[in-house]
């Protein structure tokens, strides 16, 4: 009996001395830079929200953030560099609907979004604006659907950023919600977009609130409603699609920061902890308003819920309009 008392304290004892230096990491951590990767190019929505954060946080949990792109594939190359990660907290992701979006959109993903991926948490909110080119004369939501339900279906067309892209679905909803058929041209990036919808070469495009903001005060682009449930400061004349003749009508950008799954509990919660510091910093806010964001700060777990109820959302949009990744 002596024997097996013996045996069972060392047991325990080597025990503990396994799960003592993972939980004294997890207490550590971090201990060094912590890498944030943009799955997108420089300069586009998720790489600004990525590089507005990074300092904030970085001043938080006392070591650099650094932002590393890498793009391609609608995001999934860099999300599955970051889902095939060691799962210690040091390498995370950040991400906007594609998120959501690219599993309905591919017929195969290179990782499972539910199973490979944790959220650390969101980053904020960011809204898009229907713009038209001069030359159509309307003024109004509800004078433009007057005028595609006057003519024949794709009739009219709209410009995005790419298949699956914000701008893309930005605007699938608007035609779900709508009842209305518009042509889909996709291009290589919002901007060219945003040109030929200035030129005319297609009617509209729902580009990022902060990049039609000096169309539209130029006089380039009409601006006929905001994406959101409410206007937006950076337009305050132009009413939300919603009041502007489309009840019903909402679409926000969001953006999250992911880790691998397996990633400790207590980590998740450090990085969550010291996100919501920054977010929660005046000097933040004010720079993220400025360039078109609104700060959104939310648990793990309500994040990983977020994200599976878009994901269920988008799938059914994706799968009525028939869209499926070029």
């Known amino acids: ?98 998120l959501a979006i690219n599993p309905a959109l591919f017929k195969t993903m290179p990782f499972d979004t539910a199973k490979d991926l944790r959220s650390v948490g969101t980053v904020g909110t960011s809204q898009h604006v229907l713009t038209v080119t001069n030359s159509l004369p309307v003024a109004s939501v509800s004078e433009l659907l007057a005028y595609v339900r006057a003519r024949p279906a794709n009739d009219l067309s709209f410009g995005s950023a790419g298949t699956g892209s914000t701008f893309h679905m930005a605007a699938e909803l608007f035609k779900s919600v709508s009842k209305t058929q518009i042509m889909h041209v996709p291009y290589k990036g919002g901007g060219p977009a945003m040109l030929d919808t200035i030129s005319g070469q297609v009617q509209m495009s729902f580009p990022v609130l902060s990049a039609a903001k000096p169309q539209v005060d130029g006089k380039k682009l009409r601006a006929l409603g905001v994406t ?79 994200v599976a109820a878009e994901m269920a959302r988008w799938a059914g949009i994706v799968k009525d309009a028939g869209i499926q990744a070029n």
């Open 228 to 306: 959101g449930t409410t206007r937006s400061p950076l337009l305050p004349d132009v009413p939300t699609i919603a009041e502007s003749g489309l009840p019903g009508y909402e679409f926000n950008t969001w953006f999250v920061v992911s880790a691998p799954a397996g990633t400790p509990q207590a980590v998740i919660d450090t990085l969550n902890a010291k996100l919501t510091q920054a977010l929660q910093s005046a000097a933040l806010t004010q720079r993220m308003q400025k360039e078109g964001y609104e700060p959104l700060i939310s648990t793990p777990a309500k994040t990983d819920a977020m």
């Open 1 to 98: 009996m002596k024997i097996a008392r013996m045996a069972g304290a060392l047991c325990a004892a080597l025990a503990a001395s396994c799960w003592a230096p993972s939980a004294s990491a997890a207490n550590a951590f971090p201990e060094r830079a912590v890498t944030l990767i943009v799955p997108f190019a420089p300069g586009g929505s998720v790489d600004i929200a990525a590089r507005l954060i990074a300092d904030a946080w970085a001043r938080e949990l006392g070591q650099s953030v650094i932002v590393e792109n890498r793009a391609g594939a609608s995001g999934n190359i860099g999300m599955t560099a970051v889902a095939r990660a060691e799962p210690n907290g040091y390498t995370l992701g950040i991400n906007t609907m594609s």
